[in-house]
């Protein structure tokens, strides 16, 4: 029988396998940043042992710094500390370290891909659960604890019961305005929050293969909020093609004999998998979300639905009236208040430059506050030499510096109380942007729309 | 880790679904370099309004509902990885959570912590929140040894599973590093071939 892709790539990094069938399993790449590093770098200090391998271990800060003045210390107290702990362990314990001020600096799961650190094939590790993002190069990425992080920074190895296998197949051709953020958004909607628990998901189909390497990013990026612990898709030329020629990828001679390589890294026809899904890509309309996880999502279109129609209404009543929403309701034409353009799902410059061709020569909304945070040191260096900072300007934005921002709210761009923000991250849990704050996943081009308008709008209407 | 092995008490219902570890710990509490203190900021919005004045609605502060099993609904710890949540958890003093279904990175940081996720059927989880909510002092009592969850009082009884390796480790209070850094000359020997 064939194996999928999944079993290829782990069944070559198990070293041994510990009592009661438990895999050991090697760990290509560790990335950390300054929040669930701390206590790990402490364990092993703890302990008197140093990092087993610290060339494989690439460090940055994202979670908690500021998006402007980066120069200047950080304001916040606990943060600065924390970005110091950071940069006094990593000193101490010899991982490169890519901080503030320094050209890689940037959201840790956009720096992997674009540095060439991230490489078809590898096993790759980090402590936060978008780690899955690296899997659309044809990796098992996935997040992990910060004990986890301890471990593969002692070893570079983890204890682990190997997932079952998922496959979601998307064929056909997406409509125009529809990004691969909305063909996530409308599985996760599909599958539910906990569809994929247990599970490790490749994405497969004609629609996916034809995604360039960015929209395939932001796919895998959310394979987590589905429950599913990872996401991949094959690597094929577009995947090499992005490769090649990045700082940390093989070069010349070793580069084509690495292709050689990553060419076999496929599911074989023969290969099965636990579950199976399939979506049509005409199906899929530009996606909104309306309650506070990442599955209550609908097409632009389409009404909220009935609470009676959930499997659990009392759970679905209470996020609705967090989010001030009504059963039956339509989001279009809703007014919008803030509106977040970043995050590891969605700043990367493909994203930017949406944002930018559609806002050209437009004005955003007065009644709109909006941030757009660059998921690099490298994008924004990109964006800016391209011109879209002045863009973006001309049309009422400004260009932040990275960082994971308004994802999460751990610096000081948050989202107010009640306020409604259309955001291009991953998750709208309660509380996620701010206190109080109310969240709108969408897609890039979405959210730029909503600046210009004020209001939610069906993009696919404008863009044609 | 300190070890697991068997537990009598009373427990806190949350039947809530899809309980995500933004709620549990909300992230801008994760500046903390050390493992402790988290228990109080656990589920803080939920608990505290803005001014920092405890929400009395919220089950945490009903002096009805006290106990070191927090028995929750289906999904529990979805989202982030931040162990932070099972520290959270841990250090507000639970040793047990029960559900229906747990997400896998939060159920995993729970293992590794000494926080016991027992996981147990649709059903059995209602009949525990049915008898919680008939009389807030009746006890459960969870023996790992024997892979079973009761209410002795109320004649239910259930199995539950848990990995053979992630028993013996919560049984002993072993953690993973101790294995993987007592086979390090086969990490290095994989090396060589990789």
């Known amino acids: 029988m064939g194996k999928t892709l999944f079993d290829k790539i782990w069944d070559a990094h198990v070293v041994t396998q510990a009592e009661g069938g438990i895999d050991v399993l090697y760990i290509d790449r560790h990335f950390i940043h300054e929040v669930t590093s701390p206590q790990a770098f402490a364990g092993l200090e703890k302990r008197s042992i140093p990092v087993f391998r610290p060339q494989q271990t690439i460090a940055t800060a994202d979670h908690n710094v500021p998006t402007i003045n980066q120069h200047l210390p950080i304001q916040e107290k606990l943060s600065r500390f924390q970005v110091e702990k950071l940069t006094e362990n990593c000193e101490k314990f010899g991982v490169e370290l890519y901080g503030l001020g320094h050209p890689y600096q940037g959201i840790v799961h956009v720096i992997g891909p674009q540095l060439g650190i991230t490489q078809p094939g590898m096993t790759i590790v980090c402590g936060d659960s978008h780690t899955s993002t690296h899997g659309a190069f044809g990796c098992i990425a996935f997040g992990i604890g910060t004990s986890q992080v301890e471990q593969v920074m002692a070893t570079q190895c983890l204890l682990l019961n190997k997932p079952k296998r998922m496959r979601i197949s998307v064929d056909g051709e997406l409509q125009s305005g529809v990004l691969s953020k909305d063909i996530i958004l409308y599985i996760i909607s599909q599958l539910g929050t906990g569809g994929g628990t247990g599970y490790f998901v490749e994405y497969a189909g004609s629609t996916i293969r034809s995604l360039s390497m960015e929209a395939r990013m932001t796919i895998c990026n959310m394979s987590i909020e589905m429950g599913a612990r990872g996401g991949m898709i094959a690597p094929d030329a577009t995947t090499f093609e992005y490769v090649k020629g990045r700082q940390f990828a093989p070069q010349g001679a070793d580069f084509e004999a690495a292709v050689q390589q990553w060419s076999e890294l496929y599911s074989d026809e023969d290969a099965v998998f636990d579950k199976e899904y399939h979506f049509k890509a005409e199906d899929i309309m530009p996606m909104v979300t309306y309650g506070t996880n990442p599955g209550m999502g609908i097409g632009v279109k389409e009404q909220i639905p009935q609470a009676a129609d959930s499997d659990s209404p009392k759970s679905y009543q209470k996020s609705l009236e967090y989010m001030g929403l009504h059963e039956g309701e339509s989001l279009l034409g809703k007014a919008i208040d803030y509106v977040f353009i970043g995050s590891c799902t969605n700043s990367r410059i493909e994203d930017l430059r949406i944002v930018a061709d559609y806002v050209k020569g437009k004005k955003k909304a007065d009644s709109i506050k909006a941030m757009i945070v660059p998921g690099s040191k490298q994008v924004e260096a990109q964006a800016r030499e391209e011109g879209l900072d002045k863009i973006f300007e001309a049309a009422g934005f400004q260009l932040r510096q990275p960082g994971c921002s308004a994802c999460l709210g751990m610096n000081e761009d948050k989202v107010p109380k009640g306020k409604y923000c259309i955001s291009t991250s991953n998750r709208n849990f309660e509380g996620r942007q701010g206190p109080g704050a109310r969240t709108i996943l969408a897609s890039p081009l979405m959210a730029a729309a909503t600046a210009i308008h004020g209001k939610i709008v069906d993009v696919r209407e404008e863009v044609i | ?194």
Not at chain 2, 64 to 92: I, M, P
Not at chain 2, 97 to 110: E, H, L, P, T
Not at chain 2, 144 to 157: A, D
């Open chain 2, 1 to 194: 880790m300190e070890k697991f092995i068997k537990l009598d008490t009373t427990a806190v219902p949350m039947p809530m679904e899809n309980v995500d570890t933004d709620q549990i710990i909300p992230a801008r509490f994760l500046k903390a370099t050390t493992r402790e203190g988290f228990g109080d900021n656990l589920f803080r919005d939920w608990r505290f309004d803005n001014d920092d004045h405890p929400k009395p609605d919220f089950i945490l502060n009903n002096p009805t509902y006290q106990g070191k099993v927090l028995v929750a609904g289906k999904n529990f710890g979805c989202g982030s990885s931040r162990e932070h949540a099972a520290w959270a958890l841990y250090d507000y003093g639970f040793r047990v959570v029960v559900s229906s279904f747990f997400a896998d990175i939060f159920k995993g940081n729970a293992l590794n912590n000494g926080l016991l996720p027992v996981q147990v059927s649709p059903e059995f989880l209602h009949e525990l929140f049915e008898a919680i909510e008939e009389n807030a002092e009746v006890v459960l009592s969870i023996d790992l040894e024997n892979q079973k969850i009761s209410v002795p009082s109320k004649g239910l009884e259930s199995d539950f599973d848990i990995h053979p390796y992630k028993k013996t480790c919560m049984l002993n209070g072993y953690d993973d590093i101790d294995y993987l850094l007592s086979i390090t000359d086969k990490i290095k020997d994989f090396e060589k071939s990789h």
